[in-house]
């Protein structure tokens, strides 16, 4: 059983407008790391998921080492859940394209029951095999809920998705998954995302300014680093020994937009995490309750609408999150511009 009492109700302004200004051109890079991704991703532990996602037997604590981010994510997912339910749909259909070890996909599920949606189809992919296995072992007891048809399946991205046309309520797309996909298929990946999508898609991506990550690992453990841009390439050393080398692009606010704008309406588009990371206290270090905290996070919030949407600031958050809808919803788009 589910508390769904947990499940936090958080206002999110979304609204603020965005540029559909596009004209980045990307060159072509080798996609030699494909393999690479889904090894690094199978071989990680037991741990990535408590370090990717916090907790995972509390999906909605959003205590993980993005939980601003990931906040702010819940809030424009939540919001499109309950939207889609208020207007009297019983049904929805999920599509979670690189779920790894399928946390947000379950957070979906869940707040779909608990809102009373009666059938609830919901699919998840990724490339690695290890991550699917711990998707269907976390989601046992949530994939015999009453109504609920949750799979998970080892799948490509850069391939032809089975769904049919317009039949998927709500695709996601978080985090690294489209970074590792070669820049040159982006174009025929985001044309199938819009088949398939006849409601919203959202997505988040890292930015070029972004802070460096270790993607399996917290950045303490990294001994090396290096990301080749003009191949999109990233290779790591962690202080256990491991060697990871794996394809990763890091986008434009622009760039990002301009896949996705000729086939969705572009509701937002912003940066996630400008400050947070950067200026709240780490308890490893900083005293626990230090004097004052409270005030800088109201700061740190407001400092957060205010340049979230602003170009000389959005690709120096820690990432892009984009929301988009299909043209033929029948709500009336929010067309959107970027604040300078």
């Given at each position: 059983m589910f508390d769904h009492d947990s499940i936090p109700a958080r206002k999110w302004a979304s609204n603020l407008p965005v540029s559909h200004s596009a004209g980045h051109s990307v060159p072509a890079v080798d996609d030699e790391a494909t393999d690479d991704v889904a090894d690094i991703y199978n071989q990680a532990g037991d741990d990535y998921v408590a370090y990717a996602d916090g907790d995972p037997s509390q999906p909605f604590a959003f205590d993980g080492m993005h939980a601003y981010a990931d906040r702010c994510v819940w809030a424009v997912l939540e919001k499109k859940l309950t939207d889609l339910r208020a207007s009297g749909a019983s049904s929805v259909r999920l599509l979670d394209a690189?779920?790894?070890?399928?946390?947000?996909?379950?957070?979906?599920?869940i707040r779909a029951h608990a809102l009373g949606f009666s059938s609830i189809t919901a699919r998840g992919f990724d490339i690695a095999q290890?991550?699917?296995?711990?998707a269907r072992l976390a989601t046992r007891n949530l994939s015999s809920l009453p109504g609920v048809n949750l799979t998970f399946d080892v799948a490509d991205l850069a391939d032809r998705l089975p769904e049919a046309d317009a039949s998927v309520d709500l695709t996601l797309c978080l985090y690294s998954a489209l970074s590792h996909l070669p820049v040159a298929r982006l174009p025929d990946i985001s044309k199938e995302i819009v088949r398939v999508t006849s409601g919203y898609f959202i997505t988040t991506v890292r930015p070029i300014g972004s802070t460096p990550t270790a993607f399996v690992d917290s950045i303490e453990?990294?001994?090396?680093?290096?990301?080749?841009?003009?191949?999109?390439?990233?290779?790591?050393?962690?202080?256990?020994?491991r060697h990871i080398a794996f394809s990763f692009?890091?986008?434009?606010?622009?760039?990002?937009?301009s896949y996705?704008?000729?086939?969705?309406?572009?509701?937002?588009?912003?940066?996630?995490?400008?400050?947070?990371?950067?200026?709240?206290p780490d308890?490893?270090?900083?005293?626990?309750?230090?004097?004052?905290?409270?005030?800088?996070?109201?700061?740190?919030?407001?400092?957060?609408?205010?340049?979230?949407t602003s170009s000389k600031f959005m690709d120096r958050a820690t990432h892009l999150l984009l929301v988009a809808r299909n043209r033929r919803a029948a709500a009336p788009a929010a067309r959107v511009v970027v604040s300078t």
């Open positions: 690189g779920c790894g070890p399928g946390t947000w996909l379950s957070r979906l599920v290890a991550q699917i296995q711990r453990k990294v001994l090396r680093l290096r990301q080749d841009h003009v191949r999109d390439r990233c290779e790591i050393d962690l202080s256990d020994g692009h890091q986008f434009t606010a622009v760039e990002l937009l996705f704008a000729s086939g969705f309406d572009i509701e937002d588009l912003r940066g996630l995490d400008l400050f947070h990371s950067r200026f709240m308890p490893r270090w900083n005293p626990i309750c230090r004097p004052g905290d409270s005030q800088l996070a109201d700061e740190l919030a407001r400092l957060e609408n205010a340049y979230a």
